[in-house]
């Protein structure tokens, strides 16, 4: 039969299909694919060498003496040119009646993951990943310094998106003075589990995930890889260090994430037949904002940051919307078994 699952993280119910037809699944392509492999001698917009065509850079990683704004660096970050929100300004928080209205203000940034137009996290070399990771973490600390911002957020959208681009790999950093509703729910929910329990939920996740080894997908010295019991949507997988950790910008085993990063995004990748993917990094609040309002004061005890990969196929969108429950087709313990063996089982 298939069954209601309880998000212990999120208190959200998904809906698990028993029985799917998963080449169906994978066969038909979420609304808009990636345009192919860049051919000629034509460059994108952000491709080495086309500096001069983008916002000045507010970071870079660069290996020899370039300089700002030239070629030769591994990892670039710009401003976005249609930013969602205004960097420039005061949040002017007022009421409108009974309704509550800020400005926009905020960060969004671009991180531009390498040079090469044609290069995605699958067949990067650990090391550029790596960088990547570093440029995460430099900016997430840097905006976290600016008290109007409660919450960071990195969200990687693979395989839609503006088609001059759509194949240069990148991500969004946006910086946002209200820490985001699916965000605060985990928060919340891991708050009120240290409240009865005085442990870390996602601790407890991880340790009971490792025991019944159903879902663990992959796991190293310092991270592993799970389906989530009550998955949003098929082959969803959640990544998490084992260590407890509330802030992703303070860890250090950048060599083992990537590569169990690049071994999920394979796996994905040659399983699935490359689907668009959503990669959203869950990390830790402000601290310093939020501790001027009084919040979260057992946060670096309860919290632990994790990345959440959700490949994007063909939806059950009716439903879906209409209800407010997730519909997974695939059982996590089915996707986990098809993404450790590489192969449609």
Not at 38 to 46: D, L, T
Not at 314 to 323: E, H, L
């Amino acid at each position: 039969m298939n069954q209601f699952r309880r998000n212990p993280v999120t208190g959200q119910w998904s809906i698990i299909l028993e029985e799917y037809d998963i080449k169906e699944l994978i066969a038909t392509k979420h609304v808009r694919k990636r345009i192919g492999e860049k051919k000629g001698a034509g460059k994108c917009n952000f491709c080495s060498g086309s500096e001069a065509d983008t916002p000045p850079e507010i970071f870079s990683i660069r290996h020899n003496d370039s300089q700002k704004n030239q070629a030769g660096w591994s990892v670039r970050v710009i401003p976005n040119r249609q930013p969602v929100l205004q960097i420039f300004g005061d949040l002017n928080n007022r009421g409108v009646g009974i309704y509550d209205v800020l400005d926009g203000i905020g960060a969004h940034e671009l991180v531009i993951e390498a040079p090469d137009h044609n290069l995605q996290f699958p067949n990067m070399e650990l090391s550029q990943i790596q960088d990547v990771l570093a440029a995460y973490r430099e900016r997430i600390l840097d905006l976290k310094r600016d008290q109007r911002f409660r919450y960071v957020v990195l969200h990687k959208n693979y395989g839609e998106g503006q088609v001059e681009v759509v194949n240069h790999s990148h991500s969004h950093i946006i910086a946002t003075p209200i820490t985001p509703t699916r965000v605060k729910y985990e928060l919340m929910s891991a708050m009120e589990y240290y409240r009865y329990k005085e442990r870390c939920l996602f601790c407890d996740i991880l340790y009971q995930e490792l025991s019944d080894d159903e879902r663990v997908v992959a796991a190293n010295d310092k991270f592993v890889a799970v389906s989530p019991f009550a998955s949003r949507s098929p082959f969803e997988v959640w990544l998490l260090p084992k260590l407890h950790e509330t802030f992703f910008e303070f860890n250090n085993d950048h060599p083992a994430l990537a590569a169990i990063l690049k071994d999920i995004l394979q796996r994905i990748n040659t399983t699935l037949n490359n689907p668009n993917y959503v990669m959203v990094l869950h990390s830790g609040p402000n601290v310093a904002t939020g501790k001027l309002r009084g919040y979260w004061r057992t946060l670096e005890r309860d919290y632990h940051w994790h990345i959440e990969i959700t490949p994007r196929f063909r939806g059950f969108a009716s439903f879906d919307v209409g209800s407010g429950f997730p519909i997974n087709a695939i059982s996590p313990e089915h996707a986990t078994k098809i993404l450790k063996e590489e192969k449609i089982i």
